[in-house]
């Protein structure tokens, strides 16, 4: 995740399926928060890159079309 996803050094939280109502539960401590915060395995991961309209202020954002796998000459494949 590192490789696509570490230029601000930020790290989004991916909950395992089983911890999902874990994480929603009303009164969560802080410290019941980091004992799910927890690095998935990258195995367990796929990635695919998104349309640059993600960002965009001129057009919508919240379309479908925004997720569909675009593909960058510039970019490596992962």
Not at 26 to 33: F, R, S, T, V, Y
Not at 35 to 45: A, C, F, G
């Amino acid at each position: 995740m590192a490789k696509i996803h570490n230029a601000k050094e930020r790290m989004p939280v991916i909950l395992p399926k089983e911890n999902e109502m874990l994480w929603l539960k009303d009164g969560l401590k802080p410290a019941e928060m980091k004992d799910l915060m927890q690095p998935l395995n990258e195995n367990l991961m796929t990635a695919h890159t998104i349309s640059k309209r993600i960002t965009s202020r001129l057009e919508k954002t919240d379309v479908p079309e925004v997720m569909e796998e675009s593909v960058y000459a510039e970019l490596p494949i992962l």
